[in-house]
């Protein structure tokens, strides 16, 4: 009996110590997966959070000149006009970036603050790089609709190269026939939303060592718990086995997802390195690796603890049973009866203490079962044993024919409260709100909290939205009064994001991520506010996943095109050169901007593929226009940054120029600067190999940055571009104008070509003509053109009028 019952705690043990690790590993999977899905989610929904903010930030100022109005009704409309501009001028957010704008409705500028040349002019012609009439299109759509979103396309100071999708929207004033607007880039929505990520997983903690972190691709940690290692670069840093663990973690990550059991860096209890089991999972879109993992030591040191306690205790009574055994053998004829006795009463004890001993492996083991399901800080369940409550929740609903309510909380302004009063008080008032929060439960009812400043509540069996409605209500109601914690009366508020069963989804993860997204709605609207999900994100959504799917396949269907707009020799007039322009036509998405495609090119390691299909065809049709024509057009081709930095760009340019016969120095490679800032001196190599292999190159957008000057003394640059935006403001700002002076200046003075691009007018050419200007390029002359209009158009008519009276036609 001894022996098998001995034998049997040992199988016990051995089964918790398997069923223990088990639901660790599960759990930090958990945990990652959670984060790597709200991640997902904020990357795909860019454009609706860009929509929420520009839209918040006009209602603002709506409502405040709406108030100085309805306050100045006695002054003139110009006198109100001021006010209102005084107020909004100053007016900055996002960074610095977004400010606001004014026109009329017939397309008269009344306030820009960063160009104030605007002011009191119409801009009802003016029209961006695609052709879009501006001011007019959202003029009108804004005084048919009272207030709409609108589209346009502009390059960023910072990178001329490429032209950047920027999303506006306006509200119409009716007093003076107004509408006030703003707009944003949507990439710099997205490193927005990289950076509060980030700066949320930072702050993600559970249990005694447990924590999320972020490596890059490059193995530079951009979060995790030890915060001196944040910005560092460890890809080669090895552990005490000599191992490179970043390197490990990256090849995982790069892989899809997967466990591995590695040495930790630090654990945070101990401070020291330590053996650890993490899950990783890859994020390729962004090159991020995310993982979460569990100590070794943490599992070993409890379990070894209980191991050794009941053995001790198991072997004290073996020996004791052996002596009592020894007593009955040398006594048996004397004492049998009171021996006999005796072991009854003793065996009784042990197989009592063996009852006590299993009664408390099943309480250790229902203990651990509870911690793996509820948050350490709450007591509330966690996100495991919330997904169990909502699908049972759903198969309730669903039998009894009713509706079922998830409810996506989140605490505003939750940062400032641990910045004022310590993170000792934040979690406090997380606990005191886990108490309250549950007091407001009815039977059937659950709340968990979800991470960090997140709850979720479960309300099954609804009737309908106005029960949903009250509940939300009552869950509101929670914040309009103060917390008494440490002494000190602290405020908060809420906001709320709501998804009904069966109207929004029919599963748990469904739900939680609809009521999540219109969380964050409700938050840009108005914090401390409520919303219920609808579906008007999804048709983004599907967009975004279509574009993708289809630009896998646009080469292969031959949907891809290149155009050319031609380059022309200020001094003679004639044709100089073209620059190749790639376009994108989809039987279902129709056109698509290179703004739009290229991004997604280089997000899903495409730019090379589509690079090498531009070069190709361009230098083949190139190659068609020069074989019967009496010149040698020069050929300009935009080069991506990533495509640049491949290891066998140049050999790979070099081959494909062999194989056509291409003269190399027709062929000009146009580059921008923030290629050059970011790694200068890994790109000087490249473009010195490719200048001495008889190509030529352009730095595009010059003027803009703020180390032009020093790339024409370091770099072996052939040419300049002057950028579109101090043609622009040619006529009419004084200082572009001598700043186009000094650039003609310094080309000549460096032995440099001088191209301006975006030249659309008579006088702008007149002037650029007047200071000697190389080439120019722009609307004025052509717009990009297919092979065979520039065949016709300039094959065999070199030359062309080029002070003509009116403007091309975009």
Known sequence: MISNNQAALQDDIKILRQDFIKKEKELVKYQVKQIFQQITYEKNNTEVLLKQDIKARVYQAHAIATSIYEQNKDKSEAQVTKLISDALRSVRFNQGRGYYFIYKTNGMNVMHPTMPTFEGTSKWDFQDVRGNYVARNMGQLVKNKGESFYRWWFVKPQNKQQEFEKIGFGKRFAPYDWFIGTGEYVIDVENDIKQRLLQLISKIRYGNNGYIFVIDYQGNYLSHYQKDLEGTNRYNVLNQKGVATV?????????????????????????????????????????????????????????????????????????????????????????????????????????????????????????????????????????????????????????????????????????????????????????????????????????????????????PELDGLIDAEKKVQSICAIFKQSFMI??????????????????????????????????????????????????????????????????????????????????????????????????????????????????????????????????????????????????????????????????????????????????????????????????????????????????????????????????????PINEIKIDRSFIDKLLTNDQSES?????????????????????????????????SCDLVQGYYFDRPLPLKQLITTYQKKRAIPMLISSRITR
């Open 247 to 459: 390197q490990q973690i990256i090849d995982v990550a790069k892989q899809g997802e997967n466990y591995l059991h590695y040495i930790s860096t630090v654990m945070p209890s101990t401070s020291k390195p330590a053996e650890k089991i993490s899950y990783i999972m890859g994020l390729p879109d962004w090159e991020w690796a995310i993982g979460s993992g569990v100590y070794i030591s943490e599992i070993e040191d409890y379990l070894a603890t209980r191991e050794q306690a009941i053995g001790q205790q198991h072997n004290e009574q073996l020996s004791n049973i052996l002596w009592l055994s020894l007593l009955v053998t040398l006594f048996f004829v004397a004492l049998s009866l009171v021996l006999a006795n005796y072991l009854g009463r003793r065996f009784a004890l042990y197989e009592n203490q063996i009852s006590a001993d299993f009664a408390e492996l099943n309480q250790i083991k229902e203990q651990l079962q509870y911690q793996a399901l509820h948050d350490s800080l709450t007591t509330l369940p966690n996100r495991t044993l919330l997904d169990i409550q909502i699908e049972q929740g759903i198969a309730l609903s669903k039998k009894n024919n009713k509706k079922l309510a998830i409810m996506f909380v989140d605490l505003d302004d939750f940062k400032k409260i641990n910045d004022l009063y310590g993170h000792s008080v934040g979690d406090k008032l997380l606990s005191t709100l886990g108490t309250v929060f549950n007091q407001l439960l009815s039977p059937g009812d659950n709340v968990a909290r979800f991470g960090g400043d997140e709850f979720i509540f479960c309300f």
């Open 486 to 715: 440490n002494g000190k009366s602290i405020h908060s508020s809420c906001s709320i994001g709501v998804a009904m069963y069966p109207d929004d989804g029919d599963a748990s993860e469904q739900l939680i991520s609809k009521a999540d997204i219109v969380l964050y709605k409700s938050k840009s609207q108005q914090k401390g506010n409520y919303l219920f999900f609808n579906d008007a994100i999804n048709t983004q959504v599907k967009h975004d996943l279509l574009l993708e799917s289809e630009l896998h396949l646009a080469i292969e269907k031959n949907e891809l095109d290149v155009l050319y707009q031609p380059q022309i020799d200020v001094a003679t007039g004639l044709i100089y050169g073209v620059e190749a322009l790639v376009r994108w036509y989809n039987p279902k998405l129709g056109h698509i901007s290179p703004v739009e495609f290229i991004k997604v090119a280089e997000d899903v390691d495409m730019i090379n593929e589509i690079g090498r299909f531009v070069i190709e065809k361009s230098l083949t049709d190139i190659l068609r226009f020069n074989r019967d024509s009496d010149i040698q057009l020069q050929l300009s081709i935009n080069i991506s940054p990533k495509q640049l930095m491949e290891p066998d760009f140049v050999s790979n340019l070099i081959k494909i120029t062999t194989d056509m016969a291409v003269d190399n120095n027709l062929v000009t490679l146009e580059i921008t600067e923030n290629v050059l800032i970011n790694d200068l001196a890994k790109v000087q190599p490249i473009l010195q190999s490719i200048r001495d292999n008889g190509f030529k190159l352009s730095l595009d957008d010059f003027g803009t940055g703020y180390s032009s000057l020093s790339y024409l003394s370091n770099l």
């Open 739 to 771: 700043l186009v002076k000094t650039i003609i200046a310094l080309g000549e003075l460096c032995d440099v070509t001088v191209i301006a691009e975006g030249v659309e007018t008579k006088e702008q050419y007149a002037r650029l003509h007047h200071y």
